[in-house]
């Protein structure tokens, strides 16, 4: 069983998913937030941590690969383990393990733990709400009445200046 391609859906219902002696994804809310650089408004999200010092079994995960997968305990414990172990040789062989609509976990060069988190909302409240783009008004200060739209952003950049041509 590959483990890896059903992670997201535990991740909707926990907030922290611990793999036992190894390490734990721990989630934490971020709210809703503005950037007026790009004129992009945010929704509320859950951002994902990776967490090296969670290594102790909470018996969620097996709790999940019993009841997903219909296993006994040690079933799902031997499943864990076998996952556990496949994820570690790729990372050793410096291979990146991939949790879809999750993440990638690495190792770097100095051969430390790294996740990479995809840009899936696990926020239940806040999941399917779309980035919102917006442009600012702009007021004329003596009346406050509405002057005109701020240009939109460049969306084609182009080249500024003259193309050297190599001979």
Do not use: C, W
Not at 42 to 49: N, Q, R, T
């Amino acid at each position: 069983l590959d483990l890896a391609h059903h992670i997201h859906t535990l991740l909707f219902e926990q907030d922290t998913v611990i793999f036992p002696d190894f390490v734990g994804f721990v989630s934490s809310y971020n709210p809703a937030s503005v950037d007026y650089v790009q004129g992009i408004i945010y929704p509320p999200s859950k951002a994902l941590v990776l967490n090296e010092r969670l290594t102790t079994n909470d018996g969620v995960l097996e709790h999940f690969v019993r009841t997903k997968f219909e296993l006994t305990g040690d079933e799902a414990r031997q499943v864990i383990v076998d996952f556990i172990d496949g994820m570690k040789a790729a990372l050793d062989r410096g291979e990146i393990v991939l949790f879809p609509k999750v993440g990638r976990l690495y190792k770097n060069y100095e051969r430390k733990l790294q996740f990479l988190q995809e840009n899936t909302n696990f926020n239940q409240d806040a999941f399917g709400l779309p980035s919102v783009q917006f442009y600012p008004i702009l007021r004329s200060r003596d009346s406050g009445e509405r002057v005109s739209d701020a240009a939109a952003p460049i969306t084609e950049k182009k080249m500024v200046g003259k193309a050297k041509t190599m001979a």
